[in-house]
């Protein structure tokens, strides 16, 4: 029987109640292994799963068959550093909380992000207070991405490197793990606190967040290459928007730009770098000299804001205001840039346009390496056995046709092919 589904809803509806069944997606390419594959990908219960195990173990075949209408499918887009969007500040927009991130990461889904990190820029005690415990990891579907726990972006910064940050909020840690729980409180939902290394205990607290499982993010900073190398001795594994609110290269002192080229990556240190990609933020001679010192390390964040998914205009970052104008957002009566508003998918396609790289790579900055970042590779940000079934269809241009979280379709661009469904 061949059934036609021509809206999400209905992919939707008769997709959950395969849940439990054996789905096998066809007509596809998939990117596996650092390649794009001819295959079929089979999910069974929100997972990827084997097929010859399933043939061989169970003797059983596919009890729906999806044409993807020659898709390529790639994991779930991974946004690490996102303010908001669609109108939403999680800093400033705290009286509803859940509202606001449940309309971030249902419209999300329309970008192909599949995950997100909820990222609040430095705020007065009271917001973290409020809001941290609202940011619940979670995970995703229909009713929105997954959200990975909050990205902590300050207020323990360099106040002379504070970008869109307002000064005033600004803290040191010189009570080290009390200065931290003073701020935010619980830090349970936190995935990722960016901080300045140079900062006084920022040792310690590098420690202390790494054997918590938070990763540890250096940025806003003046650190040094030194500063740099002893906050990833000591656990950091990411910096924030690379050459955005740190000093500029020098060739004497190379400053956190320069753990790109650090001898401890070739020690086994893991060093990776969020960078925005939305042809504002970093020139694309920045971004190729970036890709090809570290291509391993490389993480696209959009750093998106409350205006993204929104018209031109006067928007809120935190506790600022701000204007968008040219595609550009700066503080309100100033020329200081303060986040995007471009979304994951424009991003990647910008990427692969300034580096001149192959669809692996391009997808791999927004997909494995995010994943990797925050050390959650082993099931998302890959199509491997028994990685979650959070995946993207995508045509010419790498231009989002659906998004798919535990093997359901969250959502369907009408404009492009729908899958069409098969039952056996
Ligand atoms: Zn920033």
């Known amino acids: 029987m061949d059934i036609s589904r021509n809206t999400v809803d209905k992919i939707s509806k008769s997709v959950v109640n395969f849940h439990n069944k054996l789905l096998q997606f066809r007509k596809c390419q998939i990117l596996r292994d650092h390649a794009v594959i001819t295959e079929d990908l089979w999910v ?73 990190c909820p ?69 349970e939902n936190v995935r990722i606190v960016t901080l300045a290394p140079e900062l006084n205990n920022a040792v310690d607290i590098i420690e202390e967040l790494t ?16 500063e740099g190398e002893r906050g990833i001795q000591h656990g950091a594994t990411l910096i924030t928007h690379l050459f955005n609110a740190m000093p500029a ?18 020690d086994g240190h893991s060093v990776f770098y969020g960078i925005i990609s939305d042809g504002i933020h970093t020139h694309p001679a920045a971004l190729r000299i970036a890709h090809s010192t570290h291509p391993d390390g490389l993480v696209l964040v959009t750093d998106a804001i409350s205006a993204l998914g929104l018209e031109e205009g006067t928007h809120q970052l935190g506790q600022l205001a701000i204007e968008v104008k040219g ?20 991003c990647i396609q ?6 001149s790289c192959s669809v692996v790579t391009a ?36 231009k989002v046709w659906s998004t798919w979280i535990a093997g359901e379709c969250v959502y369907q661009d009408t404009e492009s092919p729908h899958p069409t469904l098969r039952l056996i």
């Open 44 to 116: 069974r219960n929100g997972k990827i799963v084997d097929p010859e195990k399933v043939f061989f173990d169970e003797k059983i075949t596919a009890d729906v068959q999806i044409d993807c209408k020659g898709a390529l499918v790639a994991p779930g887009f991974i946004d690490l550093q996102i303010n908001g969007g669609f109108g939403i500040d999680f800093s400033y927009n705290n009286h509803d909380v859940e509202a606001g991130v449940q309309k971030v990461a249902k419209g999300l889904l329309a970008h192909g992000v599949t995950a997100f």
């Open 119 to 187: 990222t609040l820029v430095t705020s007065p005690p009271y917001v973290y207070l409020k809001v941290l415990p609202l940011l619940k990891i979670r995970p995703g579907g229909p009713e929105g991405a997954a959200i990975l726990g909050a990205h902590l972006e300050g207020p323990f910064i360099n106040v002379n490197k504070k970008g869109a940050h307002p000064a005033q909020y600004i803290q040191d840690m010189d009570r080290g793990l009390d200065s931290l729980q003073d701020v935010y409180g619980s830090i």
């Open 211 to 226: 054997k918590r499982g938070i990763t540890v993010s250096l940025g806003h900073s003046l650190a040094d290459l030194s």
């Open 249 to 266: 290269f020098h060739h004497r002192d190379p400053g956190l730009v320069g753990l790109l080229g650090s001898d401890l990556i070739n």
């Open 327 to 346: 595609g550009r957002a700066l503080v309100a009566g100033t020329e200081t840039l303060c986040g995007s508003i471009a979304n994951m998918n424009q």
């Open 350 to 355: 910008f990427f692969m346009k300034a580096v």
């Open 363 to 398: 997808l791999e900055a927004a997909t494995l390496h995010p994943a990797q970042a925050v050390g959650i590779h082993d099931r998302k940000g890959t199509l491997s056995f028994g990685a979650d079934a959070d995946f993207v269809f995508l045509g010419e241009d790498l």
